[in-house]
């Protein structure tokens, strides 16, 4: 109960943080946005396995990033923030044009379903790159894990930008690209990891040969 609860804490902060430096509430893309984040995390949190969402929200011993996990947090409201205060307040630069945001709300709803096939077919999608011998850790090679090594974090990077842009703020993508180049670190420092930890790792990066994206990386 304790692990819903700090969902749905996080679905009231992205409000109250998005509309209250927004000053208002008639943006129908911040809805959408909301809206289909809210879904997002409202279906997956049912349908992941309660220990995979108890390891996410709670990691177990060890882990080699916790404190840029943590890092994380502030940038994600910091990209809200700036958000609503340029679409809401100070119209900075909300020059986003109406079709771009539609398509970016195609695109964040995209990112999140990629995540959360992941989530779904890799019981151990920790929040922090560890070895969890505590679970059972094994190497997972189905669903979306057969085209890449990572789709999690080619869907969290996908929703990133997306979401970004369908607030309709350029001045936001500034936090987002430093979530971008995180994605980007975090994928090379856990590849390496499993590589030298988990057992069949190197066997299986050699029939899925890229990380995030077929045929480039």
């Not at 998005?18 to 129908?28: E, K, N, Y």
């Amino acid at each position: 109960m304790v692990n819903y609860l700090k969902v749905l804490g996080f679905m009231a902060m992205m409000i109250a943080v998005l509309f209250g430096s927004a000053g208002r509430l008639d943006l129908p893309f911040v809805w959408a946005t909301v809206g289909i984040y809210v879904a997002f995390l409202t279906i997956n949190v049912f349908l992941i396995d309660p220990s995979l969402l108890q390891e996410r929200l709670r990691p177990g011993p060890g882990g080699r990033d916790r404190s840029e996990r943590a890092f994380l947090i502030p940038v994600i409201v910091m990209q809200w923030i700036i958000a609503g205060l340029d679409v809401g307040r100070f119209h900075w630069s909300d020059t986003v044009p109406a079709y771009a945001q539609i398509a970016s709300l195609a695109v964040f709803a995209l990112g999140l379903s990629l995540t959360g096939w992941a989530m779904n077919a890799n019981r151990f999608f920790s929040s922090v790159v560890r070895i969890q011998s505590d679970r059972g850790h094994h190497l997972i090679t189905g669903g979306p894990y057969r085209y890449v090594r990572h789709p999690g974090y080619l869907g969290g990077m996908l929703a990133s930008v997306g979401g970004t842009l369908a607030l309709g703020s350029w001045w936001s993508l500034a936090p987002t690209a430093v979530f971008v180049v995180f994605f980007c670190r975090r994928i090379w420092i856990e590849d390496r990891f499993l590589h030298e930890q988990l057992a069949g790792c190197r066997e299986y990066a050699q029939s899925v040969r890229y990380r995030v994206l077929p045929g480039i990386w």
